[in-house]
T-cell receptor, first 112, second 114 residues
């Protein structure tokens, strides 16, 4: 069964810390992987998309890596800010034309 | 412009009502999606349209009826819903074939069934 797991479920850090969110997937034959952010009661905001042939993607303070052989992706957030507080979701696409398989998300709280 | 719009923002309906949710994008995307999201859970895929044709139906009850009138619009028609259908309904779109490109989500419609 193709599953996506995110650990931890919740994380609280002081402002300014660098942090890493983890995503693991059971089947390494992925097509791409996407990281999203969701604020309470809102839609999802796409942060980064990594194709299966890529090792990492960067956008501003965010860096996402992909290691297919170990079935892992990490989202690195540098110099965290209270505005980064949100739920972060990892989603894996296994087949072209298929559906995204979502993790349960990590709820991040950055304290001032 | 990477915007997907959804109307209405909130909807309260009785179990005998008929209502529709609307989604629109002007990014030229040819794949559009409906998701349902319950509190503290990830989105669950309901339907996928690719080039205005229904390509995936995740065994959704017939009280939910999707429609894709053109490449920019996606509707979800609701009829005889149950209280457990109360949720945030999210629309998304992506370029190219369904599921291939980066998915962009709308802000959602918060549905309450009374």
């Amino acid at each position: 069964k193709q599953e996506v797991t995110q650990i931890p479920a919740a994380l609280s850090v002081p402002e300014g810390e660098n942090l890493v969110l983890n995503c693991s997937f059971t089947d390494s034959a992925i097509y791409n992987l996407q990281w999203f952010r969701q604020d309470p009661g809102k839609g999802l905001t796409s942060l980064l998309l990594i194709q299966s042939s890529q090792r990492e993607q960067t956008s501003g303070r965010l860096n996402a890596s992909l290691d297919k052989s170990s079935g892992r992706s990490t989202l690195y957030i540098a110099a965290s800010q209270p505005g980064d507080s949100a739920t972060y979701l990892c989603a894996v696409l296994y087949n072209q034309g298929g559906k995204l398989i979502f993790g349960q998300g990590t709820e991040l709280s950055v304290k001032p | 412009d990477t915007e997907v719009t959804q109307t209405p923002k909130h909807l309260v309906m009785g179990m005998t009502n008929k209502k529709s949710l609307k989604c629109e994008q002007h990014m030229g995307h040819r794949a559009m999606y409906w998701y349902k999201q319950k509190a503290k859970k990830p989105p669950e895929l309901m339907f996928v349209y690719s080039y205005e044709k229904l390509s995936i139906n995740e065994s959704v009850p017939s009280r939910f009826s999707p429609e894709c009138p053109n490449s920019s619009l996606l509707n979800l028609h609701l009829h005889a819903l149950q209280p457990e259908d109360s949720a945030l309904y999210l629309c998304a779109s992506s370029g190219g074939l369904a599921g291939v490109g980066e998915q962009y989500f709308g802000p959602g419609t918060r549905l309450t069934v009374t």
